[in-house]
């Protein structure tokens, strides 16, 4: 996906490399922040801002390894890539703990059950207008199995 098409806070990743980048004996593509998750703030200057998501706190209430060096550093502020060569090749995230979690199944049985097409186009437009993106792409899967 574009970059540009993400909204601003939205999670995402990278799934592909980066644009050949020129060097003095050969291209070479920067793998960086695949599968990183990244909190997407915007395009601006020429640029795509993000910040390295990572929870505040675990399931004990302490601080994260990364929010501890933030305090201790001081380092923080937006990741800026050049939007020539890091605008294509980006996904919204998918936590890996998730994968193997049957909920995400229960669109698809939900579908199964649904044969009119005009049903699915109604159900279609209401996941996008939730934002329910794997939703979506079930029901558009399913679509296609009538053409």
């Known amino acids: 996906m574009s970059i540009h098409s993400f909204k601003v806070g939205d999670l995402i990743t990278r799934i592909e490399p980066s644009k050949p980048i020129p060097g003095?004996?050969?291209?070479?593509?920067?793998?960086?922040?695949?599968?990183?998750?990244?909190?997407f703030l915007g395009v601006a200057n020429g640029c795509v801002n993000l910040e390295r998501y990572?929870?505040?706190?675990?399931?004990?209430?302490?601080?994260?390894?990364?929010?501890?060096?933030?305090?201790?550093?001081?380092?923080?502020?937006?990741?800026?890539?050049?939007?020539?060569?890091?605008?294509?090749?980006?996904?919204?995230?998918?936590?890996?703990?998730?994968?193997?979690?049957?909920?995400?199944?229960?669109?698809?049985?939900?579908?199964?059950?649904?044969?009119?097409?005009?049903?699915?186009q109604k159900e279609l437009k209401i996941a996008l207008k939730n934002e329910e993106y794997e939703k979506a792409e079930k029901i558009r899967k399913k679509l296609d199995s009538f053409k």
């Open 24 to 39: 003095y004996v050969e291209e070479t593509r920067d793998r960086m922040y695949i599968g990183s998750p990244m909190k």
């Open 54 to 120: 990572e929870k505040e706190e675990n399931e004990d209430n302490i601080p994260s390894f990364g929010s501890f060096i933030k305090m201790v550093t001081g380092i923080s502020g937006p990741i800026t890539l050049p939007i020539d060569i890091w605008d294509d090749g980006w996904s919204y995230y998918v936590d890996p703990y998730s994968l193997g979690d049957k909920s995400s199944d229960k669109y698809q049985k939900s579908l199964n059950d649904v044969s009119d097409q005009r049903t699915l």
